[in-house]
């Protein structure tokens, strides 16, 4: 079967093989994978720069979504003819997570979905949304069940406000689920025609970022001085303090990126006057993503995806998202 294997660090190494056909053993699901989303993660462990040690060869790539073909003995979650996704953090099925539960990981330090056929725990996998395509479905896992995970957290709710910095895969899917909770959306940006794009997607206040960098008095002053309920931080140490800045009285800042760093210089008194919750976050639990998939399929939300690229072009696929250049997801289809 198609597969792809890292063999030594950075894109160039990103070589497609054959490897053999799996069979599902107890307990595991063999899937078909029709299509793959990639995240920011995915460029750090092909480079060689994830913030902790992979094994190689590795199969790359975290999100996947695809058709059950087979399954072993004992599992009653799935049959053949499901549809389904992977799911991010594999072990991690409900309440807090614990530390023997962290590294069961596809696309590092576990084999990831560019291949043809995976054989999967059954509790690795969700449904994925009726009304979804495969390639929409790629992009839930982690994009999307971050985005919902930081706005639960934040408890964020009708007439509430939140600054999302960005409009990458987590920044949509926080936009769409904070217009499905009924709140105010104000969105940043170094892109006029993104932030257009984003104001077509619902965002209420738009900033572009480059043109005013100092952006968080514009927010305090769209929020009549009082700043905003919740932020999704995706961007890290360079924006967080302008984030903390721009939060409420008792605000929620849900940090989800690092792209602009992992060590951030913040003022601890307006933490503490503000009351501010400042949590870290990767994904959640399955007990959650499910609950995701109800709201997505009630509300008919659909994921935003950029660019799709074929199998073999995976090297360019990665590229193009390095390069900053999407609006919402980078999809693989391997049926093209």
């Known amino acids: 079967m198609r597969a792809y294997r890292l063999n030594a660090f950075g894109l160039d190494h990103l070589q497609r093989t054959e490897l053999p056909e799996p069979q599902p053993g107890p307990g595991q699901v063999l899937v078909k994978m029709q299509a793959a989303a990639l995240n920011y993660r995915d460029l750090l462990v092909a480079r060689g720069e994830l913030y902790r040690g992979v094994e190689l060869p590795l199969v790359p790539v975290s999100d996947g979504a695809g058709t059950v073909v087979a399954v072993g003995e004992g599992v009653q979650r799935f049959r053949p003819g499901d549809r389904v996704t992977t799911l991010y953090k594999a072990r991690w099925l409900a309440g807090a997570i614990r530390p023997e539960w962290v590294g069961a990981e596809p696309g590092g330090p576990d084999d990831g979905v560019m291949r043809d056929l995976a054989c999967f725990d059954a509790y690795a996998l969700a449904r994925a949304p009726r009304h979804l395509d495969h390639r929409q479905a790629a992009t839930l896992p982690i994009a999307a069940l971050t985005a919902w995970q930081a706005l639960d957290l934040a408890q964020l709710t009708s007439g509430q406000s939140v600054l999302i910095l960005g409009t990458g895969g987590v920044s949509l899917f926080a936009l769409q689920f904070a217009r499905l909770r009924g709140a105010r959306t104000i969105v940043l940006s170094s892109s006029d025609e993104k932030l257009e794009r984003a104001q077509g997607l619902g965002a209420d206040i738009v900033i572009n970022y480059r043109r005013h960098p100092q952006w968080s008095p514009l927010v305090r002053e769209a929020t009549g001085g009082l700043g905003v309920d919740a932020v999704i931080e995706t961007v890290g140490a360079a924006t967080l303090a302008q984030s903390i800045d721009a939060a409420a009285m008792h605000g929620f800042i849900g940090v989800v990126g690092f792209m602009g760093g992992d060590e951030a210089s913040i003022r601890l008194t307006q933490a503490v006057l503000k009351r501010l919750r ?33 199998f073999d072009q995976l090297r360019e696929a990665m590229e193009f998202m390095a390069s900053g250049q999407h609006f919402g997801k980078v999809v693989i289809d391997f049926e093209r």
């Open 278 to 310: 400042i949590q870290g976050l990767s994904v959640a639990p399955l007990e959650q993503h499910e609950r995701m998939v109800a709201a997505i399929e009630q509300g008919r939300l659909e994921p935003v995806v950029d660019r799709v690229f074929g």
